[in-house]
């Protein structure tokens, strides 16, 4: 067996978790976490924390987790100066000092990686962000024996970021959605990123993303999010930055969890509950993906990649109402930006060879397509007569006429006077054959 690394791989893929959920964890919800993700094909975890009092004994919880598993998967901090923006710099670099030589601790050219949410306007009482960074918290690091791969997420200019902030010695970039269109999302500035990463010998962290929804009284809006996470791997793919991040492994709030849904978890409440939302809406199903375009992203190739077992699959996501159907008993409006969602059930195909997919509700077609060997994705309306067609959708594997394996929807679709409360969340399932 290989010896245990903390060396960062060239091309890992991390998820972001949100230790701010974690307030009832013990060691072993960790432990399962660490597992699940590993068996997903990822190479660690971005652990993302505010001040909160109890959160050092979650973070040793997550680094002892590690520790017990003893396998081969890499921790670094993520500070979220969104909750953090008054903390001194000296408690910034406690928290690195605490965690830099655990066992598990990822590294950049033998130096600790340290990343950030936000924080691209806080300078420490320095003369600049970039001295206050540089001065308070990495020389500050520095002069106490630890070294740090400084990789913030700053939503600046990507053409000047790594020229005006040399502090840093990679960036990652947060924004994989299609912020307010319905145009499916872009990776121009990706590749911005990219080039001036290069011209500077820096690193760049791309992210991806399976959704955005959610709604709370003060944070109601949804992104369009159909057939999102096909098209951002296959871009990410093409583009071959040095590290993907994937947003995210829990985060409940905003529907973006690509793990198994942990009931230990603190839900999110802003005067709804997060509950509404997540609870029967799983995306395990979807993230059985993850080991598939993980391989494709590290081998360069957009069609079947090595590990694909030879069992074909087709990856189903759907919302269970219409981007107009009005509901009957929430307090909350429909999200912002729901008019740029789409009425399709969204499906991605790893296949051996060709077939013909048909999609179904109470024995109305939606739609057939032919589907090619390799990696395809397809949408089908759900959309019969200008309303939802209410029911259990039904999706047929044909070899010509032959339906040769099917699989049902995990929840119906609500007619458009169903519709009790929004739910903009995608629920999902897997068929194989």
């Not at 993520?78 to 690195?96: C, G, I, K, R």
């Not at 740029?340 to 060709?354: G, L, Q, W």
């Amino acid at each position: 067996m290989a010896s245990l690394t903390t060396a960062l791989p060239n091309k890992a893929v991390v998820a972001h978790f949100m230790m701010g959920l974690t307030y009832n964890y013990a060691q072993s919800d960790f432990q399962n976490d660490i597992q699940n993700a590993i068996s997903l094909g990822l190479d660690g975890f971005v652990l993302n924390f505010g001040n909160d009092s109890w959160m050092m004994s979650k973070l040793t919880l997550m680094y002892n987790a590690a520790d017990a598993l003893n396998l081969q998967f890499l921790l670094y901090l993520n500070l979220d100066m969104s909750e953090m923006s008054t903390v001194p710099a000296s408690t910034l670099v406690t928290y690195v000092q605490t965690f830099a030589n655990r066992g598990h601790q990822a590294r950049i050219n033998n130096n600790v990686v340290v990343g950030t949410f936000l924080g691209q306007d806080i300078n420490f009482g320095q003369s600049s962000v970039n001295q206050g960074w540089q001065v308070a918290f990495k020389n500050a690091l520095a002069s106490a024996g630890i070294n740090i791969f400084f990789m913030p997420t700053w939503p600046l200019d990507a053409s000047t970021i790594y020229q005006t902030y040399p502090v840093a010695d990679g960036f990652c970039k947060w924004n994989c959605w299609p912020y307010y269109t319905s145009s499916p999302t872009s990776d121009a500035e990706d590749l911005v990123y990219i080039q001036n990463s290069k011209a500077t010998n820096k690193k760049y962290m791309a992210t991806v993303s399976p959704i955005f929804y959610t709604h709370f009284t003060s944070k109601n809006y949804s992104f369009f999010s159909e057939g999102l996470w096909f098209t951002r791997w296959m871009q990410l793919i093409k583009d071959q930055p040095n590290y993907v991040q994937v947003l995210t492994w829990n985060d409940y709030g905003e529907s973006t969890y690509i793990g198994p849904t942990n009931y230990a978890a603190d839900f999110p409440v802003i005067g709804s509950n997060s509950h509404e939302w997540v609870d029967s809406f799983t995306h395990a199903p979807l993230s059985y993906s993850l080991p598939l375009f993980i391989q494709m992203y590290k081998q360069n190739t957009t069609g079947l990649p090595s590990n694909f077992s030879g069992i074909s699959q087709l990856y189903v996501t759907y919302r269970v109402h219409s981007k107009n159907a009005t509901a009957s008993s929430d307090s909350i409006p429909r999200p912002d930006n729901y008019q740029n969602s789409s009425d399709v059930i969204s499906v991605i195909s790893f296949a051996k060879s060709s077939y013909t997919l048909r999609v179904s509700v109470n024995g109305t077609v939606l739609g057939t397509t032919n589907v090619n060997a390799g990696v395809q994705s397809a949408n089908v309306s759900f959309i019969v007569n200008n309303t939802a067609a209410a029911g259990l959708p039904l999706f047929q594997i044909l070899n010509g006429t032959t339906v040769i394996a099917q699989g049902y929807g995990p929840l119906n679709i609500l007619g458009n006077n169903s519709v009790v409360l929004y739910n903009f969340n995608f629920c999902t399932t897997r068929i194989s054959w």
